[in-house]
C-alpha cells in the first residue's frame, strides 16, 4: 500500500529553518517524481518544489521560495527532503509530499500531475 507520510513541521519565529522530511512506501520511489506542495489558512493548494526521479538532478521551485528552500531525495531511504531556511509568515502552511501520477522524466509544478498525497506538516512562522 503506497504511502507518504511527512514529518518536520512545527512553530518557528520568521527567519528560522525548518527540514521537512517524507517517507514513501509501497511502490518503487526512485521511479517517481516527487513534489512539496502547501495550503496556507483559506487559500489553494500551491506549488513549492519538484524533484526529478531517479538522482533528482533536475528540480523546480515555486518563484516565491526560490533560493531559500531546497528540495533533495535519498533513495536508499525513500525520502524526499524540503529544506527550508529564510521563513517567513507567509510560508505558513501545511506542507504536503507528493508523487507523480505518472513515470515521466521531469519536476513539475502542476497539480494535475500528482496522484498520491500524503497528510501532511503543520508549519507556522510567527512574525
Known amino acids: 500500500q503506497l504511502q507518504l507520510l511527512e514529518s518536520g513541521g512545527g512553530l518557528v519565529q520568521a527567519g528560522a529553518s525548518l527540514m521537512l522530511s517524507c517517507v514513501a512506501s509501497?511502490?518503487?520511489?526512485?521511479?517517481?517524481?516527487m513534489g512539496w506542495f502547501r495550503q496556507g489558512p483559506g487559500k489553494d493548494r500551491d506549488f513549492v518544489a519538484a524533484i526529478r526521479l531517479g538522482r533528482g538532478y533536475i528540480t523546480k521551485y515555486a518563484d516565491s521560495v526560490k533560493g531559500r528552500f531546497i528540495i533533495s531525495r535519498d533513495n536508499t531511504k525513500n525520502t524526499v527532503t524540503l529544506h527550508m531556511d529564510s521563513l517567513k509568515p507567509e510560508d505558513t502552511a501545511i506542507y504536503s509530499c507528493a508523487r507523480q501520477r505518472l513515470v515521466q522524466n521531469i519536476a513539475t509544478p502542476r497539480l494535475e500531475d500528482y496522484a498520491d498525497w500524503g497528510q501532511g506538516t503543520q508549519v507556522i512562522v510567527s512574525s
Open positions: 509501497g511502490f518503487t520511489f526512485s521511479s517517481f517524481g
